[in-house]
Nanobody, 123 residues
Framework: QVRLVESGGGSVQAGGSLRLSCAASKLTASMGWFRQAPGKEREGVAAIRTGDSTTAYADSVKGRFPISQDNAKNTLYLQMNSLKPEYTALYYC???????????????????WGQGTQVTVSS
């Protein structure tokens, strides 16, 4: 198990930006950001294979939410730009030991989770 602590959430107006951070006890082969809105399933937003920094994104956030890592700080980031009200959700950081591309945006393939950070976007 990897310890993950998210930060950086908050309330912002539509069109604004936030940067989420995930401080990890260690970086794993794949790490990702997921979100869950009330009454909805948890969905993958962005993920990265830390070995080669290849990334994957949900179609809804491509070009808006770059994911990145800082190996020296064992930290994962999600830069959220051009925010929309429909992006309001609890955002989670997750980690897994596999570097397989298959399932990299699927929550069921991750086994370590943070407690989440709330992002609220108002219109």
């Amino acid at each position: 198990q990897v310890r993950l602590v998210e930060s950086g959430g908050g309330s912002v107006q539509a069109g604004g930006s936030l940067r989420l951070s995930c401080a990890a006890s260690k970086l794993t082969a794949s790490m990702g950001w997921f979100r869950q809105a009330p009454g909805k399933e948890r969905e993958g937003v962005a993920a990265i294979r830390t070995g080669d920094s290849t990334t994957a994104y949900a179609d809804s956030v491509k070009g808006r939410f770059p994911i990145s890592q800082d190996n020296a700080k064992n930290t994962l980031y999600l830069q959220m730009n051009s925010l929309k009200p429909e992006y309001t959700a609890l955002y989670y950081c997750a980690a897994r030991g596999s570097s397989l591309w298959v399932g990299i945006l699927e929550a069921r393939t991750y086994n370590s989770w943070g407690q989440g950070t709330q992002v609220t976007v108002s219109s």
